[in-house]
């Protein structure tokens, strides 16, 4: 293995940007529909845990369910896009978009029994979640290995969670 690396050609370069800029609006995506559980959960939580209350957790639970489906369909798109430099990070976050669908499937399925009054053990549902957290750290450690060797600087950075973000707010998904 050589000492230095030799730098990207500028097309290959820009092909991995243009991959990466997808991938985070993606991620942007999954986030804000993520977030949006949360709250509904945390409101939940802090209120009585009644059959109104139990609902509404429930709709959050399936309209993240199919949110996690639509970020691996939209980031699976995205492997055609991935030029040899990106596979890994392509492969790292696919598995944590795989894995994230199935947590949300489990999750909604044990709330689904908790409201039907059955045992609604939720260890599937947080053992995915164990798993989604060590795959997501993978990930992200993927992310920054193909930053550096993109070598692209915090300024760029910034421009292209900026145009994520940008995409993201023009964007009205509402699949209920």
């Known amino acids: 293995m050589p000492f230095f690396r030799r730098s990207l050609p500028a097309e290959e370069r820009e092909a991995a940007l243009r991959y990466y800029e997808g991938s985070l609006k993606v991620s942007a995506f999954h986030e804000k529909e993520a977030d949006r559980y949360n709250e509904e959960l945390n409101s939940i939580q802090d209120s009585p845990q009644d059959a109104a209350h139990l609902a509404a957790l429930m709709r959050a639970a399936e309209r993240l369910a199919i949110a996690c489906e639509e970020a691996l369909r939209r980031h699976a798109s995205l492997e055609s896009q991935a030029p040899p430099v990106a596979t890994a990070d392509f492969s790292s976050w696919h598995s ?42 993978i990930a992200e450690g993927k992310s920054r290995e193909l930053l550096k060797r993109l070598q692209v600087t915090e300024r760029d950075y910034a421009r292209l969670v900026g145009a994520a973000k940008v995409a993201l707010d023009e964007e009205s998904w509402n699949p209920m």
């Open 96 to 137: 944590v978009f795989e894995m994230t669908a199935g947590w949300s499937k489990a999750n909604h399925e044990a709330l689904r029994l908790l409201s039907l009054g059955q045992d609604s053990s939720s260890a599937n549902a947080r053992s995915r979640l164990n798993v989604v957290n060590d795959l997501r750290r």
